[in-house]
């Protein structure tokens, strides 16, 4: 029997996140605040404790691993490598495909690598309370498991169209403890400004925001906690990348090309960042590391690399990235967690030198590589995996052309229990691929903030 | 760190069931036809492979697991032993609790570990297609992912109310390449006779097994496939005890208490029967194995140990077990798959000899000890599991109280992703108990099959 799964002990879980901030090339351009400098980390503490924001501000290459952290990753890391050998006998491909089970954590994604440590400095400072917001709830239900386990009270704003739609995400955060409210709520004031405005409102990821931002700026006991997108988020992620290497060394191969599904970032930085260091460090010239969006959300392909807000009402600082312009409204695709407007400004900056790629796919086409991985390998992805999954197999079908026996890794961000709908309007047909115009974009990204 | 994930290599395992029936120490009794003599294999050949007949039949200690299984075990097998450190401190028991969990499968519960040896051992003697009937699911989708390995189509009947309350789990099965239909259907003489009568009837279990069996009669290239109860089943659910045995011989520990989810006796048979061995050959005179069923459904608890039909209709041959009778109709508690009037003939004969024991919990009970396992290990589990959890946390009290550092296994037989409905009705106070009146039980035990 030939291994495919390559697992690591629990006492091999890293000791430390990869801050990748300490071998770019040049340095990330900091975030600014309306008055066009750059924000003071005053500013940012009355919703984000101290060792937070000393991460997101760090150009250490090493950063220690928390014991408590660690000790609540081994409820499911080291997660497994798993090497698709049936999934490569059914393409007839000569290429090798490994891909890293993030699904198996507690909320079924990569969310909790951060929520957890994002929970843990909360608690170090004394804070007793989280707010968050959460659009179809991966985020939300990693935020809720995170606080129970440091005994931290998660209050989370859930777009009103998810609270309705998805109940089962919903039940999750409560079985975690957390309160979970529809948004627009009377609990804040954007949230009653909107109600007055449209008491009708479904509500949208912006402004369930703006109320977690909103009761966390004005409560000293409770703080605000964000899902991707920052530098600290990323850098929780890479003990994805960091297990990955353990075990690829154990497995006694190693990958010429990467793909992560890529929305705010996070899961995709994690992945790849710490294969970014030996190739930026000149070791793996040649290896590539692929972002993969959505067509219908297409930041890092067809956006421009400029300032710009990281919500949608412009209430945040502006950061350095690939946007489509912060009122860009995309389509209501069904890989929720890929409908960011911009994208991470460290995975921009590293686009932007060259140092990583990047590729948009379309929907449909992204279900049908879900249906074809979970037929061979037994595990049905969520929408967001899938875009990695279809760039992948495409890869392969690329080797299984040329006959080049390259090894691809991406990244199985989370299952699909929670996403059953999704496949079945694309059983019955009624999915649609949606490109973006580009005059729309043209238009959104006229209204970028002026720096 | 402490360890408390206990991993094995894919290569370790197991290359062998265990047959529980060499153990016993009476023959167990053979199931019955019509005509009062025991069922020939000739009259089973017609709807199950000879393999399985044979395995059926078998008196063997040790059967070969043949490889190709073994290799689409590895998609998720071994599964690991997790040691609830945090549930322990949470009870501050001097206890030690593990769990072996199921819920790592494809489909997410024990099922699939004979679901794919069914489909195996009927593609191996030339079976095209394969039918099956599910409730809430889970059987369904885990032959549905069984056939997909073999490349055998599988339709399954499921039952119409369920067909329209749980479209996840009718997608999952989709997303396998399963046919599923609601039951009754036009495609049975059954399912027309039953719509004739009822245009619209809801469908039962029972139904929708007499519409799996014709279908499988009728056609020489179809076989039908059961989840439960016969012995084959338990034989291939065995791999999950094997499996444990060996993790605690990695710990360094030992159970002395034994809890796992009694419905049809498959997974509790998996997890008990292994370790079954070394008490029956006074090994571990001391070792408990206590099946747990709802008091809604208590068949091992107040049922007659009896021969009885397999199904509501009286069509299958009789067997010798516990049973509250074929027409008994348990309430629509919502850990369906405990929801069964009978038990598997093997376990009954050992509770009946005083090998095993059971206990009966009430609804409410489980889903309260589900959400005190979540909080402290992660995992959501499912509400046939919930009812082990319920028995291990109290025998951990009662360690507690006692001083006694036992250590106890459970069976954590599946995830709960596609249950939330059912904790949500539990957050919201809707959930009732309900404890099935004797004289129910003795009404529907008057219509017992003579013998």
């Known amino acids: 029997m030939q291994t495919t799964r390559f697992v690591l002990e629990q006492q091999e879980i890293p000791t430390h996140w990869y801050n990748v901030v300490a071998d770019m090339p040049n340095p990330p351009s900091p975030p600014l605040g309306p008055d066009g400098q750059p924000v003071s980390p005053e500013q940012m503490l009355a919703i984000f404790p101290g060792p937070l924001l000393e991460q997101e501000m760090s150009g250490e290459r090493w950063i220690p691993i928390p014991e408590p952290v660690r000790e609540i990753y081994r409820l499911w890391r080291p997660s497994p490598l798993i090497r698709a050998l049936r999934l490569e006998q059914a393409l007839g491909t000569p290429a090798k495909l490994y891909y890293k089970n993030e699904g198996v954590s507690p909320a079924g994604s990569h969310k909790p690598n951060t929520a957890v440590p994002q929970a843990f400095y909360n608690h170090q400072v004394g804070i007793r309370r989280l707010t968050t917001e959460t659009g179809a709830g991966q985020w939300g239900s990693s935020m809720a498991f995170?606080?129970?386990?440091?005994?931290?009270?998660?209050?989370?704003?859930?777009?009103?169209?998810?609270?309705?739609?998805?109940?089962?995400?919903?039940?999750?955060?409560?079985?975690?403890?957390?309160?979970?409210?529809?948004?627009?709520?009377?609990?804040?004031?954007?949230?009653?400004?909107?109600?007055?405005?449209?008491?009708?409102?479904?509500?949208?990821?912006?402004?369930?925001?703006?109320?977690?931002?909103?009761e966390a700026a004005g409560r000293a006991d409770t703080n605000y906690c964000l899902g991707s997108v920052l530098n600290h988020v990323l850098l929780h992620q890479t003990i994805i990348g960091l297990e990955a290497k353990k075990q690829f060394e154990k497995a006694g191969d190693w990958p010429d090309v990467i793909f992560g599904p890529c929305g705010g970032g996070s899961s995709f930085g994690g992945i790849a960042l710490p294969f970014l260091a030996d190739k930026a460090a000149g070791k793996t010239p040649n290896l590539r590391l692929v972002a993969v969006e959505p067509?219908?959300?297409?930041?890092?392909?067809?956006?421009?690399?400029?300032?710009?807000?990281?919500?949608?009402?412009?209430?945040?600082?502006?950061?350095?990235?690939?946007t489509l312009g912060h009122d860009f409204m995309p389509p209501g695709i069904h890989a929720g967690g890929l409908r960011y407007h911009g994208d991470s400004p460290l995975i921009s900056q590293l686009v932007h030198e060259g140092l990583m790629e990047a590729l948009a796919v379309p929907q449909v086409a992204t279900f049908e590589a879900g249906v074809q991985f979970a037929k061979a390998e037994g595990i049905i992805p969520a929408p967001e995996s899938c875009h990695a999954i279809r760039a992948a197999i495409d890869e392969a079908l690329r080797c299984k052309a040329?006959?080049?026996?390259?090894t691809i890794l991406f990244n199985l961000t989370g299952h699909g229990h929670f996403d059953m709908a999704s496949y079945d309007r694309y059983f019955s047909g009624k999915l649609e691929d949606f490109d973006y115009p580009a005059e729309a974009i043209q238009e959104s990204l006229a209204h970028l903030p002026k720096v």
Chains 1, 2 share one sequence.
């Open 402 to 406: 040329t006959g080049e026996p390259k």
């Open 295 to 322: 067509t219908s959300c297409p930041t890092l392909t067809k956006g421009a690399y400029a300032y710009d807000y990281g919500d949608a009402s412009g209430y945040t600082p502006i950061m350095k990235m690939y």
């Open 146 to 214: 995170a606080g129970q386990m440091f005994g931290i009270d998660v209050r989370v704003f859930m777009v009103k169209v998810s609270y309705q739609q998805k109940p089962s995400r919903r039940s999750m955060m409560q079985a975690w403890g957390a309160e979970v409210f529809p948004s627009p709520s009377n609990l804040t004031q954007a949230g009653r400004d909107a109600l007055a405005k449209h008491p009708d409102s479904e509500g949208s990821l912006g402004l369930a925001i703006s109320e977690a931002v909103e």
